[in-house]
């Protein structure tokens, strides 16, 4: 069973109440249980070596240039996210800061718009993988639908730190550590957040979007030649979907600002210099990738600006 999900956590840093709770979560299946990041497994590195023989030459170059792109922009970007490496080494930041005030508020005032958004491209990602037309798929996604539209409010969390999570007890409220809120400064880097989060709440404990979050973690493996399955297809499916639903938030809300800047602000957390993953998740740098790999329309985009 799971009830306690988290976006990111860095066990080394965690008190050690939080730790132990944490383990507890992970290790027997309490009334939190918990999927943790521990961020300690040595990164895989490039991809190239596996999916070499599947991925012409031409579409790697353009997924390590679009990912390029993405982290340059972030250096360039007065708006650009800081990378999760970089918020776990910043101290704890009080609720009434005024960074964790102004990204709270951006959270709380962009979640109607995010659910919204993450309907959206749900239901567009399940027809993409032919994921509907039966009665018992369609019935899921509808439950996963109406899980995501139930939640109501996103609670500022000085502990949670980098994170963001969900207690699967109280799927209505997304918590957002403060340093998290800090640290993605714009519209963009906010509703990706929020997507992810609203993605697991989605899938719930009746496992609604197993069957996506196995398709999306095929074609991932078999686009990148990692190894995507379980805990790390949801994960990325998560982060595809916070990815999907910031492009659309570009797409209906015009601004001066230019695209690949705003696109990038939905996968700039993710440009560490600490490129580390583990069995739940992908190491950073190969979610952003990994996201490239399964979106060329949006790599394009990065790289050409249009
Ligand atoms: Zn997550």
Request: proline share 0%; aromatic share 0%; net charge negative.
């Given at each position: 069973m799971r009830f306690y999900r988290r976006h990111i956590v860095p066990l080394r840093l965690l008190s050690g109440t939080a730790l132990s709770l944490l383990l507890m979560g992970a290790t027997v299946v309490p009334r939190i249980s918990a999927k943790v990041l521990a961020q300690k497994r040595p990164s895989r590195g490039m991809l190239t070596s596996h999916s070499s023989d599947r991925v012409s030459t031409e579409a790697r170059e353009m997924v390590e240039v679009a990912g390029e792109t993405v982290c340059n922009e972030r250096v360039r970007d007065p708006k650009g996210s800081v990378p999760i490496d970089d918020m776990q080494s910043r101290p704890s930041l009080p609720v009434d800061s005024p960074e964790a005030v102004a990204g709270a508020r951006r959270a709380q005032r962009l979640l109607p718009l995010a659910q919204r958004l993450v309907v959206a491209s749900l239901r567009q990602l399940t027809r993409d993988y032919n994921l509907t037309g039966t009665k018992g798929q369609d019935l899921k996604i509808q439950r996963a639908v109406a899980r995501v539209e139930a939640v109501r409010d996103v609670r500022p969390d000085v502990d949670s730190r980098d994170n963001a999570s969900v207690l699967m007890r109280n799927p209505r409220t997304i918590i957002f550590g403060t340093i998290f809120l800090a640290g993605l400064p714009s519209d963009e880097g906010i509703i990706s957040v929020l997507s992810h989060e609203l993605v697991h709440i989605a899938d719930g404990s009746q496992d609604n979007l197993k069957l996506l979050f196995r398709a999306v973690g095929n074609r991932a493996s078999f686009l990148t030649g990692l190894k995507i399955r379980d805990q790390r297809a949801e994960e990325l499916t998560c982060d595809l979907l916070g990815t999907l639903a910031t492009r659309s938030y570009v797409t209906a809300t015009p601004s001066y600002e230019a695209l690949p800047q705003r696109i990038s602000r939905s996968l700039e957390?993710?440009?560490?210099?600490?490129d580390e993953g583990d069995e739940d998740h992908l190491s950073p740098r190969d979610t952003i990738r990994a996201i490239l790999f399964l979106r060329p329309a949006l790599s394009r985009e990065l790289v050409y600006g249009r």
């Open positions: 957390h993710n440009c560490v210099d600490s």
